[in-house]
Nanobody, 121 residues
Framework: QVQLVESGGGSVQAGGSLRLSCAASGYTFSSLCMGWFRQAPGKEREGVAVIKPGGSTTYADSVKGRFTISKDNAKKSLYLQMNSLEPEDTAMYYC???????????????WGQGTQVTVST
C-alpha cells in the first residue's frame, strides 16, 4: 500500500524559507515520478515541481528560481526547499507519486494528506 506523508509546513514571514519533506513507502520509490502540488482556498490544485526517476526537474513559472525539488532514493524521501516565500505561496502543499511526469494532477495516482504553508506580510 502506497503511503506518502508530508512534513515541514508552518507559518513564515514573507522572504523567509521552509523545507518540506515527504516520506514514501509501499512501492519502489525510485521508479515513479514525484511531485509537489499546492492548493489555496477556493483555487484549483496546481503543480509546483516535479522530479523524474532520473533526476530531471520541472517547475511552475511562479516558483522558478525560488523553489528546489530534490529526492533521496535511499531514504525514500522527497523534498521541497522554498526560499523567498511570498504571501501568494500560502496553500496546502501535497506530495504526489505517479507515472506521468508533468505538472498535471492527472499524471499522479498517489497523494499525501498535505502540509499547510502560510506566508504573512
Amino acid at each position: 500500500q502506497v503511503q506518502l506523508v508530508e512534513s515541514g509546513g508552518g507559518s513564515v514571514q514573507a522572504g523567509g524559507s521552509l523545507r518540506l519533506s515527504c516520506a514514501a513507502s509501499g512501492y519502489t520509490f525510485s521508479s515513479l515520478c514525484m511531485g509537489w502540488f499546492r492548493q489555496a482556498p477556493g483555487k484549483e490544485r496546481e503543480g509546483v515541481a516535479v522530479i523524474k526517476p532520473g533526476g530531471s526537474t520541472t517547475y511552475a513559472d511562479s516558483v522558478k528560481g525560488r523553489f528546489t525539488i530534490s529526492k533521496d532514493n535511499a531514504k525514500k524521501s522527497l523534498y521541497l526547499q522554498m526560499n523567498s516565500l511570498e504571501p501568494e505561496d500560502t496553500a496546502m502543499y501535497y506530495c504526489a507519486a505517479g507515472w506521468g511526469c508533468r505538472l498535471k494532477r492527472d499524471d499522479f495516482s498517489y497523494w499525501g494528506q498535505g502540509t499547510q504553508v502560510t506566508v504573512s506580510t
